[in-house]
């Protein structure tokens, strides 16, 4: 017998009885195994509590491109009800079509979405060149996609599925390095002591709940809770329904920390309080609003948010949740043009899918998702990681930038073979193509511009990425 004294994992140094072979061979791997786990532990969760906001938005500020899933009960209706189509979008269909309570509930029965592949919604989105996805844990209509302790209606006790959806999703996107986050409404047309006795208008706004708080502490904040330690660690909780009249800014400061504490390296978008309006125009220094990021909805704003993260959200079609009936997709040039400009003025591209009641995302989506992917397998390097313009616009498409790299991003491919670039600071080193890395393109200088030369034909119509690198005066 030995005696020897060995280092914990924690650092302290601990006494011994030593022992034979195998006895070390089990030590040395208990001791790996522990030092392991506390690193796994580490990354995993907070001691990013003493992450700066640069650090914090450090890989959602590479990611830029993201996938938004709307998916609930509103899915079995698809846009239909009682034989009728109801205008507007699809999971809004409770509150267009004016259904109670009692009468939406019991589609919970009827969801059932045998051909739910979290894997393969997952792939999807990661063959798209996206970093991200947020899905509805509950949108407005209250349902739950988890197994929620405090509520019946969730897809465990509710539906005849059994399968708890985000939990599948949070294994799928742990497999496939993908950054999982939820999104979760705060108005709630089924809660009592939330929005549901505004029926047959559950988005009045005028009207108040005096139990609102009620719903807020012993049933917001646990939900919130679950979803955080059971199914993170989330990259972004994505709030929305902040506009009801119950919701004060104090409040969304309160939840912002709330949630902060249990998951300090989180990211949190500026719904939580009322900042949706506010937060654009204003630079950092002047946020008095709660929240990491802006969310544009539907729409880029046109010189992008200077000084302030944001995210625009969008839809393929018209709709966010699944309407049988909505074929207005937008093409994927639209699609890979959008996602360019929203690099090109600093932003991220939150591009939703709204799967079927059967668990699918429609074929339409996965097939513009999948040329989107094509295009970012062969140019993903202009977007991700990338920051704004140095060149503002520029007359032939967009322009991306990262240190020693300008990215042009070129839509209308010149038919003179010159391609002219004006305000490019220092000496370009280097011009080609980046899907043809090592054909070099003839650069030269004319009246202060930059002319590269380039192929008659435009090697992609959609997007064709030329890349300048740039030696610093
Ligand atoms: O009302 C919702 C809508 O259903 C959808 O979820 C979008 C996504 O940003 N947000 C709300 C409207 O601002």
């Not at 079509?97 to 997952?122: C, H, R, S, T």
């Amino acid at each position: 017998m030995i005696e020897k004294m060995t280092r914990s994992a924690s650092g302290g140094v601990t006494l011994g009885r030593i022992i034979n072979g195998p006895m070390i061979i089990a030590v040395l791997c208990a001791l790996l195994l522990t030092v392991c786990q506390a690193d796994a532990a580490r990354s995993s969760s907070s001691d990013a509590g003493n992450l700066t906001q640069d650090e914090r938005m450090h890989w959602w500020r590479e990611a830029r491109f993201g996938m938004f899933i709307h998916w609930g009960l509103y899915a079995v209706p698809a846009g239909e009800w009682k034989g009728e189509r109801i205008k507007g979008i699809g999971e809004w269909i409770m509150e267009r079509a004016d259904i109670p309570v009692a009468e939406y509930e019991p589609l919970a029965g009827q969801f059932n979405p045998v051909k739910f592949n979290a894997d393969q919604w997952v792939r999807i989105a990661k063959n798209a060149g996206m970093k991200y996805i947020v899905i509805t844990s509950k949108h407005h209509d209250g349902f739950c996609l988890w197994d929620s302790k405090v509520t019946d209606y969730d897809i465990i006790d509710a539906t005849p599925f059994g399968r708890d959806i985000l939990r599948e999703m949070s294994d799928a996107c742990r497999k496939h390095g993908i950054r999982l986050c939820f999104y979760h409404s705060i108005m709630d047309w089924h809660h009592p002591d939330a929005q549901a006795p505004f029926y047959p208008n559950y988005n009045d706004r005028n009207r108040t709940n005096p139990n609102f708080g009620r719903y807020v502490e012993t049933y917001m904040k646990p939900q919130l809770k679950e979803l955080i330690t059971e199914y993170g660690p989330l990259g972004v909780l994505w709030f929305d329904g902040e506009w009801i009249k119950d919701w004060t800014e104090p409040q969304g400061k309160d939840l912002y920390n709330y949630v902060r504490a249990l998951q300090p390296d989180i990211i949190i978008n500026n719904r939580v309080g009322k900042g949706r309006k506010g937060m654009e125009g204003l630079s950092k220094g002047d946020q008095e609003y709660a929240g990491d990021f802006g969310t544009p909805e539907q729409r880029i704003p046109a010189s992008g948010l200077p000084g302030v993260d944001w995210e625009s959200c969008m839809t393929m079609n018209n709709t966010w949740g699944y309407k049988h009936y909505d074929d207005n997709w937008k093409s994927e040039e639209d699609l890979l043009r959008k996602l360019a400009d929203i690099a090109s003025k600093g932003g991220n591209f939150l591009l939703n899918v709204g799967p079927t009641a059967e668990g699918l995302i429609p074929a339409p989506s996965v097939e513009r998702l999948a040329a989107m992917g094509k295009w970012m397998k062969v140019n993903g390097e202009s977007i991700r990681g990338t920051t704004a313009s140095p060149l503002g616009t520029v007359p032939w498409g967009r322009c991306t930038a990262k240190p020693g790299k300008l990215y042009l991003h070129v839509f209308e491919w010149p038919t003179d073979g010159r391609l002219e670039v004006s305000g490019v600071e220092g000496n370009v080193r280097k011009a080609y193509l980046l899907a043809k890395k090592r054909a070099k393109l003839a650069v030269s200088r004319q009246d202060g511009k930059v002319i590269v030369d380039v192929p008659q034909e435009a090697p992609d119509p959609i997007n064709t990425v030329v890349v300048l690198e740039i030696q610093d005066r």
